[in-house]
């Protein structure tokens, strides 16, 4: 039987009615087209779904869609500099080719997102092992990592 699910992402309350065993993933992307959240591995493994749950990463594919309900979620959709400009760390990413084919990318931005929230300085090591839960199979990471610690300290636009 259907379930009522109220979602609140990007600031945009949604009511939706789903199977009780549907992911976050899957609510995002089926019902609300949201499909800036990627589904790899479906398992915990790869961190392309991750989004932003209160402010934290989580992997909306772990998370039943009715555990998100009434709780603040916001996905690469949702993200945005000031001014309706580019969020710093999409510049980043594109200043530092830090993207080849995207698919990680969703995630590992909103990783680096809530890491960087709570973490204002840190160094190489710690913004690697934040986004460890994220896999790349294009970049080799030193780009991601260089984009992460440049949009950290004011450098993501174009200069
Ligand atoms: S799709 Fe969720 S961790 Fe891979
Ligand atoms: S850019 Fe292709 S998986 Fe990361």
Redesign the pocket.
């Known amino acids: 039987m259907k379930r009522e699910l109220k979602l609140i992402v990007n600031g945009d309350t949604h009511v939706v009615y789903i199977d009780p065993w549907k992911t976050l993933?899957d609510v995002l992307r089926d019902d609300l087209q949201l499909t800036g959240t990627k589904?790899?591995?479906?398992?915990?493994?790869?961190?392309?779904?991750t989004v932003l749950i209160n402010g934290k990463a989580v992997?909306?594919?772990?998370v039943l869609a009715l555990q998100a309900q009434g709780k603040e979620i916001i996905t690469i959709e949702g993200l945005e500099g000031e001014q309706g400009k580019l969020h710093p760390l999409q510049q980043a990413f594109i200043d530092h080719f830090a993207v080849q084919c995207g698919f990680c990318t969703p995630g590992m931005i909103l990783s680096a997102k809530a890491f960087l929230d709570k973490n204002p300085n840190p160094t190489e090591e710690e913004v690697r092992v934040a986004l460890s839960g994220n896999l790349c199979r294009c970049t080799g990471y030193v780009k991601i990592i260089e984009a992460v610690l440049a949009a950290n300290e004011g450098k993501g636009a174009s200069q």
């Open positions: 993933t589904l790899g591995c479906n398992s915990g493994e790869c961190g392309a779904c992997k909306s594919c772990l």
